[in-house]
């Protein structure tokens, strides 16, 4: 029996492919008109698992592979509206034909997919990273197909952060940022009203989520605030050197990742990643997928003979049809081949710490590079940052997919041929939706003061002329390498000089919460041992539970803002045709 069967079904495919062109087109829209994109996965685990068991005879190995499937072309459409609309913002013109649009979307999947399945061991299995957005899929489908207390905790809080984020953005009865009055020249200051972000600092852990923060407390009342009120820069420039610094730790624990932990190990990661059967921690919740190893799968076949030649190969296919159908030049079609490692190394790093991918930051990084050594049109930089921006967005979904998979024990070969079928629908829908918009509303209709903010575009639009400060960004490149090495957190780090401080400050408290939890979890075992004279097996049993119902409530929270996200998105849809 191939370890594939049962889990990677027509059915399956059907259902997947259909909600894979809902949420791509979905995202797509949300993403241009709202400036942001949430996860779709949750979402997409819930609709996979609700008509996986109306037809019956299912298992939650599955619904896992359906919702890969389902939400594969999101973060697809994430890239590509987050990047190609800067021409737009730039120009004031539509400077990019339909084909060209599909060759960038099709080359950052198909990237993407390939350093996926050569990366997913290291950080699956070996870096044992937290994936929140990934737990909290699996939390989700163990809950739906369990039911009983864990599931009444986890669609309770679901519920409540749904209902909650509905009353935010349908209704607008509550603000997105609390403490927006408070001004600090040069920070963004603020609370941001969303139970997701707390959930993540939750989730990921105090220890990192504190370095996190004081990455974003030096870079904010340190460098900005810091240097500018004794004379050193203006708020402005002390601006340019956070953004350039932020991006240079990000790009050296990027560069790292990949030197350090995945070259030198890079045959058993392609054995790892390709091998029969599923690994995994599993749970009880995944009773009854078929997770048979069989040396006569054809896909087995096929992976055990990828070598590195073969590979080699595929890559220089892809840069050559990027080198002349997208006029990039020899170059800079290597740069962008080479670097989307480092980038999607990135990405699957922040994504793995922080539930966070900043897709456009890594387009944007390797944009800056090319521009730094070729002389290319602004048109072709873009194409160079949305090429990674896909491929970065797409490898966030598939490791998030993935550490899920890990849990339920779910074959990664199906979960990887899903999402390459996800993938490539959702390339071709997210450019259809990109054509027909622009051809709809105009070139004019993008950017802040248009009818599709686009804000990510719009920032790489300003981007374009270089890096604020070089000087910042080369010293951010070496500390990240060497922060990574020494094992300290370089991308959280590195995150929270980049990110805007309100999304740092709020996963912090978030993370406080995770302490105050544990704290009094810790004061109510001791009482009830006390009490109830429990052995020691028993007072681990509890502990159990307590961990268990912080991270399904967690989790819940997560999963209810996502959904409403999707849904706010859908609405968006429906109501501009």
């Not at 072309?73 to 084909?99: C, E, K, Q």
């Not at 349908?170 to 408070?182: D, E, I, R």
């Not at 041929?417 to 959702?426: S, T």
Request: glycine share 12%.
């Amino acid at each position: 029996m191939a370890p594939v069967k049962g889990q990677l079904t027509v059915r399956g495919l059907v259902i997947g492919g259909i909600g894979c062109i809902i949420l791509t087109a979905a995202s797509a829209y949300t993403a241009l008109k709202m400036g942001a994109l949430p996860w779709p996965i949750i979402f997409a685990a819930i609709i996979s698992l609700f008509f996986l068991k109306a037809l019956g005879n299912t298992t939650l190995n599955e619904a896992n592979v359906t919702h890969t499937i389902m939400s594969a072309g999101s973060m697809v459409a994430g890239g590509l509206a987050f990047t190609i609309p800067g021409i737009w913002i730039l120009t004031g013109t539509n400077d990019v034909t339909w084909w060209q649009m599909l060759i960038v979307a099709l080359a950052g999947t198909v990237l993407g997919l390939i350093c996926t399945a050569f990366i997913r061991k290291h950080f699956i299995e070996e870096a044992e990273l937290e994936f929140p957005i990934g737990e909290s899929a699996a939390q989700t489908l163990i809950a739906g197909d369990s039911g009983g207390k864990t599931g009444l905790k986890l669609f309770g809080s679901m519920g409540f952060a749904g209902i909650y984020c509905a009353i935010r953005d349908w209704l607008g009865a509550l603000p997105t940022l609390f403490l927006s009055n408070v001004t600090i020249p040069g920070v963004s200051f603020a609370l941001y009203n969303s139970p997701m972000m707390l959930a993540v600092g939750f989730l990921v852990g105090t220890g990192a989520v504190v370095a996190w923060f004081l990455g974003a407390v030096f870079a904010n009342f340190g460098i900005i605030v810091g240097g500018s009120s004794v004379g050193l820069w203006d708020v402005a420039t002390g601006q340019g050197i956070v953004t350039s610094l932020g991006m240079g730790v990000m790009m050296g624990c990027g560069i790292a990742v990949i030197v350090v932990n995945v070259l030198p190990k890079l045959p058993s990661l392609v054995k790892g990643m390709f091998s029969t059967g599923a690994s995994g921690k599993g749970t009880n919740g995944a009773a009854g997928g078929t997770v048979v190893g069989s040396t006569t799968s054809a896909f087995a076949r096929l992976s055990g003979k990828m070598t590195a030649g073969i590979l080699a190969g595929l890559l220089a296919a892809i840069a050559l049809v990027i080198c002349f159908a997208l006029s990039l030049g020899p170059l800079p079609s290597v740069i962008v081949v080479v670097m989307v490692w480092v980038a999607t190394a990135m990405s699957a790093q922040s994504v793995g710490q922080t539930g966070i991918d900043p897709m456009e930051i890594f387009g944007l990084i390797v944009l800056l590079l090319v521009a730094a050594v070729s002389d290319l049109p602004a048109v072709q930089l873009f194409f160079v940052a949305a090429i990674v921006a896909i491929a970065c967005g797409l490898a966030g979904d598939v490791m998030n997919d993935f550490r899920a998979g890990y849990i339920l024990k779910t074959d990664p070969q199906a979960q990887w041929l899903g999402q390459a079928f996800g993938g490539i629908i959702g390339a071709v829908v997210a450019t259809v939706v990109m054509v027909l918009l622009v051809q709809a509303y105009g070139p004019s209709a993008f950017g802040p003061q248009g009818d599709f903010v686009a804000a990510q575009a719009s920032v790489v639009a300003t981007m374009i002329s270089g890096i604020p400060c070089i000087e910042a960004f080369v010293i951010g490149l070496i500390a990240g390498f060497i922060l990574h090495c020494v094992k300290l957190p370089s991308m959280l780090i590195g995150l929270g000089i980049y990110l805007p401080f309100y999304m740092s400050f709020t996963a912090f408290l978030g993370a406080m919460a995770k302490v105050i939890y544990d704290t009094v979890c810790k004061w109510r075992r001791k009482k009830k041992a006390a009490q109830d004279s429990l052995s020691e097996t028993a007072c681990e049993e509890y502990e159990k539970k307590q961990n268990e119902t912080g991270l399904v409530v967690a989790s819940g929270l997560l999963g209810g803002e996502s959904i409403v996200g999707v849904l706010v998105a859908l609405s968006a849809v429906i109501a501009g045709l």
